[in-house]
Nanobody, 114 residues
Framework: QVQLVESGGGLVQPGGSLRLSCTAS?????MGWYRQPPGKERELAAT???????NYLDAVKGRFTISRDNAKNTVYLQMNSLKPEDTAVYYC???????????WGQGTQVTVSS
C-alpha cells in the first residue's frame, strides 16, 4: 500500500518560518504539497521531481523552498516569511509518472496568525 506520512505543521506568527516533511513508502517521480485554505479550492503549492525540477505557486515564490532526499523518499518544504494567507491544510502529494494516480498524505494544518 502506498503511504505518505507528513509532519511539521503548526501555528506561527506572520513573518515566521515552518518546515514540512513528507516521507513516502516508495520512490515517486514527483512529490510535493497542495494546500487548501479555508473556504477555497485546493491549489498546488510546490512540487519537485526526482531530477530536481520544481514548480511553485506564484504566491509562494521567493518564500518557499522545496527539496527532496531521493534515498529516503522524503520531500521537505521550507516556508519562510509566512503570511496569514498561507493558512491552509497542506497535503503531501506523490505520483509515479504523469499518467499515474495521485496519492495523498493525511494533511497538516498550517496557521499563520498574530
Amino acid at each position: 500500500q502506498v503511504q505518505l506520512v507528513e509532519s511539521g505543521g503548526g501555528l506561527v506568527q506572520p513573518g515566521g518560518s515552518l518546515r514540512l516533511s513528507c516521507t513516502a513508502s516508495e520512490s515517486f517521480f514527483s512529490m510535493g504539497w497542495y494546500r487548501q485554505p479555508p473556504g477555497k479550492e485546493r491549489e498546488l503549492a510546490a512540487t519537485i521531481t526526482t531530477a530536481g525540477a520544481t514548480n511553485y505557486l506564484d504566491a509562494v515564490k521567493g518564500r518557499f523552498t522545496i527539496s527532496r532526499d531521493n534515498a529516503k523518499n522524503t520531500v521537505y518544504l521550507q516556508m519562510n516569511s509566512l503570511k496569514p494567507e498561507d493558512t491552509a491544510v497542506y497535503y503531501c502529494n506523490a505520483r509515479a509518472n504523469w499518467y499515474s494516480p495521485n496519492y495523498w498524505g493525511q494533511g497538516t494544518q498550517v496557521t499563520v496568525s498574530s
